[in-house]
């Protein structure tokens, strides 16, 4: 995307305008004029019309119009430069104010991020979806504030099925009748009967969603790693023997197919099914793709949950604007503010009185599935510090398991015994 464009909760009547008072503890002027440094991600095109610098813009003049004495200074730069240069900043010591980016554990366990607690009033931070505020905790402690996030379900090609003699209303619910379907769209002549991308771009996702689906995922219920689990061999093993050696993953392997291309050839038409996320929705809308979504197939039902991503927001110490912070924070979350930028950019709201707003704004119907499946989505584990580099060798190996000739079960233990050992570095580097 340009990395993103990528329940039925009870609304919590919190919204209202939230000036410096609102904010239990990081709320007030802090003496004189603040001004407060942001560096965000663009959500758009830098320098066109969609860039997110015009949201921001427009945030900040209303902020400053209710907060004297704060002024907010607004950086937005591409996902391709945002995160390194945040980083670049915080090594030369001048750590922004805000920074807006994909990750916040290896701040929060160098000691430099303020607890969300200390900058939100309570009702905002009781207002945040409870799977996306436990996915931003290091040690049972919020440091990561979610900003944006989204979901995962299966797309399909409504007239491909139809084409292939499938019933377009009755998409597969497991791994069995997936098969099945990619078989009769095989048949059928097209190009990618299932698209599996596992390339470098996101295998971490794609494989993350498959472990699920089979009763397993990257890590535990005490976040432990557990990518060699045997559920997950057993995974990798279906993929390898079931769709990808029976020649039902199109053309090339999914080793070098990136989600971009799978997403693009979607569009085209080319693809029967695969895994994917809101930003999917605009482009094959605008391609005239008639299309379906369904929850992730399992092993032998339904998922029983998805993959969720977030991105992040977070409020750096080394400046000492703790109050000013908590306040522009609380005016981010509002929901009017809030919910523009969600609906902006098809993205899905992380506080549940947007998330309600959004259920039942008829405009976003076509988000309706993944905002349903947010509640009980997994995350990235992201409080991880060793995560970055675990990703990164998934990204670059995980393919190889569902090659012809493949061994699942040695290629996800290498990656188990990098990951412990990156863990306890991490562990030991912190102590």
Not at 391 to 398: A, D, H, N, P, T
């Amino acid at each position: 995307m340009q990395r993103r464009r990528f329940t039925g909760w009870a609304a919590f009547g919190l919204v209202g305008v939230m000036g410096l008072g609102a904010s239990g503890c990081g709320a007030g002027p802090g003496g004189g004029d603040v001004t407060l440094k942001v560096v965000a991600a663009d959500y758009g095109d830098p320098g066109k019309p969609s860039s997110s610098q015009h949201y921001w813009d427009e945030a900040v003049e209303r902020f400053e119009k209710e907060n004297d004495g704060i002024r907010v200074d607004v950086t937005v730069l591409s996902w391709n430069d945002v995160e390194g240069e945040v980083a670049d900043m915080v090594k030369a010591g001048e750590a922004p104010d805000i920074a807006q980016v994909g990750g916040y554990a290896d701040y929060a366990a160098e000691g430099r991020l303020y607890s969300v607690s200390e900058l939100l009033s309570i009702p905002t931070h009781a207002n945040l979806v409870p799977a996306l505020a436990r996915a931003g905790e290091v040690g049972r402690t919020q440091y990561g504030l979610p900003f944006a996030s989204s979901t995962r379900v299966l797309f399909y090609n409504k007239k491909l099925f139809a084409d292939a003699g499938l019933d377009p209303e009755k998409p597969p619910q497991t791994w069995k009748q997936l098969q099945k379907a990619a078989q009769a769209l095989d048949a059928a002549g097209v190009k990618h009967p299932y698209g599996l991308p596992l390339g470098r771009e996101e295998a971490q996702g794609e494989s993350m969603m498959w472990m699920l689906g089979g009763g397993a995922g990257i890590t535990d219920q005490v976040g432990t790693y557990t990518l060699d689990a045997p559920e997950n061999v057993a995974t990798f093993t279906w993929l390898r023997d079931e769709l990808v050696g029976k020649g039902l993953t199109g053309p090339g392997a999914p080793a070098d197919l990136d989600r971009k291309d799978v997403f693009e050839a979607f569009g085209r038409g080319e693809v029967g099914m695969l895994n994917g996320h809101p930003t999917l929705v605009e482009p094959a809308q605008k391609a005239k793709i008639d299309y379906g979504t369904a929850p992730l197939p399992g092993r032998s039902e339904p998922a029983g949950s998805t993959m969720g991503v977030a991105d992040w927001i977070m409020g750096f110490k080394e400046n000492g604007h703790r109050k000013e912070i908590g306040a522009f924070l609380d005016f981010l979350f509002q929901d009017e503010q809030h919910y523009e930028f969600m609906d902006r950019y098809g993205l899905i709201p992380v506080t549940m009185s947007a998330s309600d707003k959004m259920l039942a704004d008829s405009r976003n119907k076509e988000l309706r599935p993944f905002l349903r499946a947010l509640g009980e989505a997994e995350f990235y584990p992201l409080n991880k510090v060793s995560w970055p580099d675990v990703s990164q060798e998934i990204r670059k190996r995980v393919g190889g398991a569902v090659a012809e000739g493949g061994d699942p079960a040695a290629v996800l233990d290498g990656l188990q015994r990098g990951a412990e050992e990156r863990e306890a570095a991490a562990r030991e580097a912190s102590e």
